[in-house]
């Protein structure tokens, strides 16, 4: 597509539940990125994948974070048993690869209620 | 470990007046450097990138940045802010490896015009 689509664009989750977030970024991009920006914080790195190469995981907050990339495109990053303060917007970006070009979505609002 | 750092957490200016946003960098090396734009609700907007060549660069919208080496600095400015101009604005930085590599981000600075 033309641009990184996100969805859905808001989730409202009762506490405990699980939740799956998607995305689908630039045709073509092999890098995919997902961040969450929470209230008044900057941008958290979460996790990234780069072709057919292991992800870095290195930002995931606990075990109940998880992310896939089927086939190279599409991501679904999947939250399981929500706390309150896993209420942020969730950003995926994607780019070429070699730092550069990254492009990103509208993002997902999650709110644990 | 690199890392950036926003000095300024909110800034106000009036439409009209110039613009500058601070932005300081701490890696060994010339990493790949970014400003992007947040208007409410919305997703992240690239303003301009360096990476390598000329320290000035210009971007969308009338703004440019100045890389400082020894200041490990890239602050972005404008020279008239126009009241749509109000939003979040996030520096960030790759480090220069040629592979994908995550961004770092600023914990941003807001601007907010006034007119």
């Known amino acids: 597509g033309a641009g990184v689509s996100q969805s859905p664009s808001n989730k409202v989750t009762e506490k405990g539940k699980d939740v799956e977030l998607r995305c689908d970024p630039i045709?073509?991009?092999?890098?995919l990125y997902w961040y969450r920006q929470s209230l008044g914080q900057g941008l958290e790195f979460l996790i990234y994948?780069?072709?057919?190469?292991?992800?870095?995981k290195s930002g995931l907050p606990s075990d109940r974070f998880s992310a896939e990339r089927t086939g190279g495109s599409v991501s679904t990053l999947t939250i399981q048993r929500t706390q309150q303060e896993d209420s942020a917007v969730y950003l995926c970006?994607?780019?070429?690869?070699?730092?550069?070009?990254?492009?990103f979505g509208s993002g997902t609002r999650l709110t644990v209620v | 470990a690199q890392s950036v750092t926003q000095p300024d957490i909110h800034i106000t200016v009036s439409e009209g007046a110039s613009l500058e946003l601070r932005c300081n960098y701490s890696?060994?090396?010339?990493?790949?450097l970014f400003w992007y734009v947040q208007s409410p609700g919305q997703g992240l907007q690239l303003l301009l990138k360096?990476?390598?060549?000329?320290?000035l660069v210009q971007g969308i919208k009338g703004f440019e940045a100045e890389f400082k080496r020894s200041q490990s600095s890239f602050n972005l400015r404008k020279p008239s802010v126009h009241w749509s101009d109000a939003a979040e604005y996030f520096c960030?930085?790759?480090?220069?490896?040629?592979?994908?590599?995550?961004?770092?981000f600023g914990t941003g600075t807001r601007l907010q015009v006034t007119l």
């Open positions: 970006a994607s780019s070429l690869g070699g730092g550069v070009g990254y492009t």
């Open positions: 045709s073509g991009h092999t890098a």
């Open positions: 994948f780069q072709g057919n190469s292991a992800p870095d």
């Open positions: 890696y060994g090396a010339t990493p790949y």
């Open positions: 360096y990476f390598s060549g000329d320290t």
């Open positions: 960030a930085v790759v480090r220069n490896t040629g592979t994908a590599s995550k961004l770092t």
